[in-house]
């Protein structure tokens, strides 16, 4: 259940690598693989127990058949045929997802997307490339620095996690805070409607014609389609980059400071907040050079294009002072800045190292209440007799709770679930939100009643049943049962006469 | 106007909203009327069909938080007036009508590379449904995914899905310094280039003009930088704008030039001003009619026919056509 050996194990399927298929006799399957290519249609049991999961701790689902298309024209041909069998379909990316979205539910052709991973064209000129939605985020990026440009969402598993999965979670990152999260980055999609008609959604153009429908299809989990075309928006680099390490005898006293530089009418590119146990383990990780002996540290960076980032740095460091800093340390070489990113991009694995399981939480409160909202985390943890960590996007007010456990243990997934439903609360009764970049999937379904009347969750489905009215591409996702176009309970039983 | 949370607030709130529902009913055609900046856009509403006002005012102003919770029937000038007391803007054209037509209409600014685009500025709706209830979609915090994406569908609907009553709005702080420039015979697209981040670049086939913003020691850096391509000139801002609005991908803006120097084939404007970088087209005739993909008017009938079965909502208008 520890992420990175679940991202380790997806990585190598990626490819839709491993050992050939036998034959099956299924017609579904057989008109799969004349459609695509008998080695990228697969239905043993072992593949699809694999992609039964994602990185979430969550109860996989039932895989049907795995498709690995290579093009628009098949994965058309997969719904068109999945239609035709009256079956589900579920998009998948890298399968880093923490709540669930990607769990086949109601034993669905899997339609795994890695193998269009090209990015196909790039106008710097006009600052938008198109790529397909297997391409890995970082990969991306990459592609785009020696041109001067990158694409700025930067969700902490960049490194496995792809475009199409981040236009599915309308994904985040630590960059998101003054450049906006995935959607303010995508002008245009072509999908592959359930329908199996190819539409594109969106424009290249300033104000796209009709209802914004690439608005609605990006975050919504892969309910509405198949992505399989992308345009990005290319964002230029900056060339001046200032980076602060900010430390604190007390994590409300960083928090603090946080809405702090915000109410100053300074927007960083990041804020990032560690508390002491995460601080810890990084450096026992990767020594990234935190100290670890503040209560709380403050990752800032500020960027700009002259020398005016040096007033912004300068800003933070003064209202950090004012809240009790106990030291300010600009970065100050490249590399010392790389280190101290690297340490927050491997937070998480760093965690393996204290316990083999955790859950990743993932709410937004608003800024001034971080303080308050953190402090009743604690006591949560404390109360369940869990251990829990702060690593977050405190900039835009996004907690990140992490409760480490070993679960082994018995009955330690009950108290972790308990803690999280807690902290759930506690987060909207400060007025946040359920999610702020993992998506609702399976995990947060039950929640939704807090946040939504009926009639908003009403209205939501009737969103989804216009593209979908049958109701066939990941059903069972994000809206809770009684609003839900599917039969949710029926979903997770696998009927009789399907994989014995 | 409060600046802090009060359930007493949030409380007449929902009773304002509440009479407003409460006037569009559930049935019968109905629209609402702003200040009718752009009332024919997307089409003529039917005749006999009942008109309203949205209810208007600030609800919640959190500069800290960078959001503002405002009624519909707000008018723009007053939401500016109301952010420029605290050092912040919002992303709603300067154009003026009400913040609910803005949103409905989804124009964005000329400057949106500088404050954002139109749809990303909206956090969290409240709209009243063709059947006369208060549906709330989105969320008040700065970054949310909780949920299907209402308020995106919401953003040039023209109101044909739901009215708009009360929404939230990302602001960002005004900066420090903002400066408008222009040059004659410069290609708009060098400016781009030799800028790193202008709030906007405008062109009108003849002159290029660049707007400036952020501290004062980066917007000279970012002056220089331009001096050294054309001789730029600091002007008091943007030229005057024709009437019609087009959209162009950023790469049509160059072919606009050829129709203005040749003579007139009918086929593009005459006089334009174009944000380059963006493809918005300001022009002197409208932009030829553009046909909707047959599968996107197929979920746009469906979506029209879910979230307002009897059409009753903004009837005559269509989004295809604004």
Redesign the interface.
């Given at each position: 259940m520890g992420a990175v050996s679940v991202v380790d194990r997806l990585k190598a399927l990626r490819d839709g690598r491993g050992r050939s298929d036998k034959a099956s006799s299924d017609p579904f399957v057989l008109a799969l693989q004349d459609a695509l290519a008998a080695d990228r249609v697969r239905s043993d049991g072992a593949h699809r127990s694999l992609l039964s999961h994602d990185a979430s701790v969550f109860e996989g689902g039932n895989s049907g058949p795995v498709c690995y298309p290579e093009s628009t024209a098949e994965v058309q041909a997969i719904v068109r045929l999945a239609n035709e069998h009256d079956r589900n379909v579920v998009p998948r990316g890298a399968g880093t997802g923490l709540a669930g979205g990607a769990i086949p539910l109601g034993v669905p052709v899997v339609v795994a997307l890695t193998r269009m991973n090209r990015i196909v064209e790039i106008?710097t000129?006009?600052?938008v490339a198109w790529v397909e939605p297997g391409v890995v985020n970082l990969d991306l990026t990459k592609h785009l620095q020696p041109l001067g440009f990158h694409f700025a969402p930067d969700p902490s598993s960049q490194q496995v996690c792809t475009l199409g999965g981040n236009v599915a979670?309308?994904s985040?990152g630590p960059h998101?805070l003054a450049y906006?999260?995935t959607?303010?980055h995508i002008l245009a999609l072509e999908v592959v409607?359930p329908?199996g008609?190819?539409?594109?959604?969106g424009?290249?153009?300033?104000?796209?014609?009709?209802?914004?429908?690439r608005?609605?299809f990006?975050?919504?989990e892969g309910t509405l389609g198949i992505v399989t075309r992308i345009a990005v928006r290319l964002t230029?680099n900056?060339?001046e980059v200032r980076t602060l390490l900010l430390s604190f005898d007390e994590v409300r006293a960083a928090a603090n400071t946080v809405?702090g530089v915000?109410?100053a009418?300074?927007?960083p590119a990041a804020m990032e907040v560690m508390d002491q146990r995460i601080t810890q383990a990084v450096e026992n990780y990767v020594g990234a050079g935190y100290p670890t002996d503040a209560a709380a540290v403050l990752l800032a960076e500020v960027d700009?294009?002259?020398?005016?980032v040096d007033?912004?740095a300068g800003a933070i460091a003064e209202i950090g002072r004012s809240h009790g800093a106990t030291d300010v340390r600009l970065a100050g070489s490249e590399e010392e800045r790389a280190l101290l990113w690297k340490g927050r991009k491997t937070a998480f694995g760093a965690i393996a190292q204290i316990a083999p399981d955790y859950y990743l939480h993932d709410t937004?409160?608003?800024?001034?209440a971080l303080a308050p909202v953190l402090e009743r985390i604690y006591a949560i943890a404390d109360a369940h007799e869990l251990l829990v960590m702060n690593v977050f996007?405190a900039g835009?007010?996004?907690l990140h709770p992490l409760l480490i456990f070993d679960g082994r243990e018995e009955g330690v997934l009950d108290r972790v679930h308990a803690a999280g439903a807690e902290i759930i609360t506690a987060s909207l009764e400060a007025?946040?939100?359920?999610?702020?970049?993992?998506?609702?999937g399976v995990e947060?379904q039950k929640f939704?009643s807090a946040?939504?009347?009926d009639?908003?969750?009403d209205?939501?489905n009737?969103?989804?049943?216009?593209?979908d009215?049958g109701c066939r591409t990941n059903p069972g996702k994000?809206?809770p049962v009684g609003h839900s176009c599917a039969d949710i309970a029926a979903l997770r039983s696998i009927p009789k006469e399907m994989w014995g | 106007m409060t600046t802090a949370?009060s359930e007493a607030t949030l409380a007449s709130t929902d009773a304002t909203l509440a009479a407003f529902a409460e006037s569009v009913g559930a049935e019968e055609p109905i629209a609402v009327e702003g200040c009718r900046t752009r009332w024919l856009l997307g089409g003529e509403l039917t005749s006999g069909t009942r008109l309203v006002g949205a209810p208007s005012g600030i609800v919640q102003y959190?500069?800290?938080?960078?959001t503002i919770a405002v009624r519909a029937g707000t008018s723009v000038a007053d939401l500016d007036a109301a952010l420029a007391e605290r050092?912040?803007r919002s992303a709603l054209p300067a154009r003026g009508g009400t913040v609910g037509g803005a949103l409905a209409v989804?124009?964005?600014d000329l400057r949106a590379q500088g404050r954002?685009?139109l749809?990303?500025a909206l956090l969290q709706v409240r709209y009243v449904?063709a059947e006369g209830?208060?549906?709330?979609?989105g969320?008040?915090?700065?970054?949310?995914?909780?949920?299907?994406?209402?308020p995106?569908?919401m953003?040039?609907?023209l109101g044909t899905l739901?009215l708009l009553a009360e929404v939230i709005l990302r602001t960002?702080?005004i900066p420090a310094v903002s400066r408008w420039l222009r040059a004659d015979g410069v290609d708009p697209?060098r400016a781009i280039e030799a800028?790193?981040?202008p709030s906007a670049v405008l062109w009108d086939g003849t002159s290029t003009w660049v707007q400036l913003e952020?501290?004062g020691?980066?917007v000279d850096?970012?002056q220089r930088a331009l001096a050294s391509i054309g001789s730029f000139a600091e002007i008091d801002g943007p030229p005057e704008l024709p009437p019609h609005?087009w959209?162009?991908?950023?790469?049509?803006l160059p072919g606009l030039a050829g129709h203005t120097s040749e003579p007139d084939d009918g086929s593009g404007p005459e006089r334009f001003v174009a944000?380059v970088?963006?493809?918005?087209?300001f022009a002197d005739r409208p932009q030829p009619a553009?046909s909707?993909?047959p599968?996107?008017a197929?979920?746009?009938g469906?979506?029209k026919h879910?979230?307002d079965p009897t059409g009753r909502l903004n009837p005559g208008r269509d989004?295809?056509r604004?």
């Open positions: 106008d000129a006009n600052r979670n309308n985040g998101c906006g999260v959607n303010a409607l329908s008609e190819v539409a594109t959604l424009g290249l153009d300033a104000e796209p014609q009709g209802l914004d429908l608005g609605v990006i975050g919504s230029r900056r060339p809405s915000i109410a009418g300074v927007v700009g294009i002259g020398p005016g007033i912004d937004v409160v608003p800024r001034s996007h835009d007010g996004n007025g946040g939100v359920l999610s702020g970049e993992h998506g609702i947060k939704m946040m939504f009347t009639d908003d969750l209205h939501q009737r969103l989804r049943q216009a593209f009215p994000v809206l | 949370g959190r500069p800290e938080e960078m050092g912040q989804g124009e964005n954002g685009l749809r990303t449904s209830r208060i549906i709330t979609s969320g008040p915090t700065v970054k949310n995914v909780t949920g299907f994406d209402l995106r569908l953003v040039g609907s739901g960002n702080p697209q800028v790193i981040a952020g501290h020691v980066d850096a970012e609005r959209s162009l991908t950023p790469a049509e944000v970088g963006l493809g918005l087209v553009r909707l993909a599968e996107l197929t979920i746009a469906r979506l879910n979230f989004p295809s604004r």
